[in-house]
């Protein structure tokens, strides 16, 4: 079946846009989550869905972070006002279960944000 | 603060040598530990999981982590890599939560 999956692959935005990024997790799974994966080390927790409710969003680096989960199935994370320090890959995972961290992630292929 | 700790970055080893990858995590009453891998222009993939009972866990190709409460250790062996080994490794950690910690990866060469 369908994997993850995450657009756009890569994204190029000049400092000050509002960038977009979607995932698509694995149909039936409640647990998503969101990371960011900086260059040259391992992905950071950023925020945890349960169906369509955010129950962490501690790792967020800044209010110009939001992510949402609407319908409990796609979840879009938005930057607004982007900065260079931005410049990460973005991972989505989804688990079956709500669990959550005892349970199987499986990773999206990541958005690859760069801020000029 | 709860931590993971990859003691090396790159890992060059030659084909059918054995590989360990080192991982220590900072001690907590309850942990879960996994290692996942990434091949190139992949995503993360689980490769092998502890959550309780026996401390040493396998993977299906090959690979196996133990375990370590005394050394608070959870590092990953292969007693005979191949050139398709070549990936980064991410050792990993959770706590029951919501969050998982991932380590700053092992990059593992393979060479012939």
């Known amino acids: 079946g369908a994997g993850v999956s995450q657009s756009p692959r890569y994204k190029v935005a000049k400092r000050g846009q509002d960038v977009a990024l979607r995932c698509d997790p694995i149909?039936?799974?409640?647990?998503l989550f969101w990371y960011q994966q900086a260059l040259g080390q391992g992905p950071e927790f950023l925020t945890y869905?349960?169906?369509?409710?955010?129950?962490?969003k501690s790792g967020l680096p800044s209010d110009r972070f939001f992510a949402e989960r609407p319908e409990g199935s796609v979840s879009t994370l938005k930057i607004q006002r982007t900065q260079q320090e931005d410049s990460a890959v973005y991972l989505c995972?989804?688990?079956?279960?709500?669990?959550?961290?005892?349970?199987?992630?499986?990773f999206g292929p990541g958005t690859r944000l760069t801020v000029l | 603060a709860q931590s993971v700790t990859q003691l090396d970055s790159q890992v060059p080893v030659f084909e059918e040598a054995p590989v360990e990858l080192r991982c220590n995590y900072s001690?907590?009453?309850?942990?879960?530990l996994f290692w996942y891998v990434q091949y190139p222009n992949q995503g993360l993939q689980l490769l092998l999981k502890?959550?309780?009972?026996?401390?040493l866990v396998e993977s299906i190709n090959g690979f196996e982590a133990e375990f370590n409460k005394s050394q608070t250790s959870f590092h990953l062996r292969k007693p005979s890599v191949h050139i398709s080994d070549t990936a980064e490794y991410f050792c990993?950690?959770?706590?029951?939560?919501?969050?998982?910690?991932f380590g700053a990866g092992t990059r593992l060469f393979v060479k012939a």
């Open positions: 995972a989804s688990s079956l279960d709500r669990s959550s961290a005892t349970d199987t992630q499986y």
């Open positions: 149909s039936g799974h409640v647990s």
């Open positions: 869905f349960q169906n369509e409710a955010q129950l962490d």
């Open positions: 001690s907590s009453v309850s942990v879960y």
């Open positions: 502890y959550l309780s009972g026996s401390t």
């Open positions: 990993a950690r959770g706590n029951g939560g919501f969050k998982t910690i």
